[in-house]
């Protein structure tokens, strides 16, 4: 039995190579916005992006939120490893704002803030989400 339980877990893992392996086990989302699908991995809000040195084939982070987050709410750059931009999106799936995060290794990091409430938001390597504007939509 517990080879079978190792053969499957193999296949499963399989699959997932060209992900780093902190996220094997993370629900990975196909999304859209504007027309290009971005494979994204799920994250929490209190951890997202931290202690990650690389993404491998993942276009970045999805965090979903359970309720809307007032622009009070943002995110930072304590112990992430690799520079992030940062979009904002309202519970429609519609564009807030974008941030270019920078390294921060002082302990005393900045905060990243949308202009108004939010509820998803997509993590990735600086500069990656340059293209998303006013007017830009999250499909899941």
């Not at 930072?76 to 290794?105: E, N, S, Y």
């Not at 998803?120 to 990656?128: K, L, S, T, V």
């Amino acid at each position: 039995m517990a080879a079978v339980l190792l053969f499957g877990a193999g296949l499963w893992a399989t699959g997932r190579l060209d992900v780093p392996p902190q996220f094997w086990a993370s629900d990975i989302e196909t999304v859209d916005v504007d027309g290009r699908q971005l494979r994204l991995v799920h994250v929490g809000y209190a951890d997202g992006l931290r202690n990650t040195p690389s993404l491998g084939a993942l276009d970045g982070a999805l965090f979903v939120l359970p309720e809307t987050m007032s622009a009070g709410h943002g995110m930072g750059m304590d112990r992430v490893l690799i520079p992030l931009d940062v979009a904002f999106f309202d519970p429609a799936g519609q564009f807030i704002d974008r941030h270019t995060m920078v390294l921060c290794r002082s302990g005393s990091c900045p905060g990243y803030y949308p202009r108004r409430a939010w509820q998803f938001a997509i993590e990735a390597p600086a500069g990656a989400l340059a293209w998303m504007k006013e007017g830009s939509v999250l499909r899941r």
